[in-house]
């Protein structure tokens, strides 16, 4: 099973500044397609299982842990450093650390 983050719960300005991120539209989906078959260049497609969870968290977001992983009958609060699906800047935070990342690689 997958552990999400119950990012309804968050309040802005405390738990999270930014959400937005860029998003592909699919003009330009077509536009690269077009060219790719224009120019019978290779075009490879890759999907990052778990994507969210390599974004660090700049903000202190703390969550309580699943019943099923508690030991006993205290509930165990828990830091985030990293990303989780559900949280609202997931998002952006993954498209934050995968630029940086992807810049320092061609530059």
Known sequence: SRITARGFTERPGVDFFEI???????????MILAE????SSKLYHIDIKGAFLHAVLPEEIYMTLP???????QRTLVRLKKSLYGLKQ???????TISKH?????G
């Not at 592909?24 to 989906?29: A, D, P, S």
């Open 102 to 106: 992807l810049t320092e690689r061609m």
């Open 67 to 73: 019943p099923w992983i508690e030991d006993g009958e």
């Open 36 to 39: 790719c078959a224009r120019t």
């Open 20 to 30: 937005i991120h860029p998003v592909g539209r699919g003009q330009t989906l077509k």
């Open 90 to 96: 997931a998002g952006r935070e993954w498209y934050l």
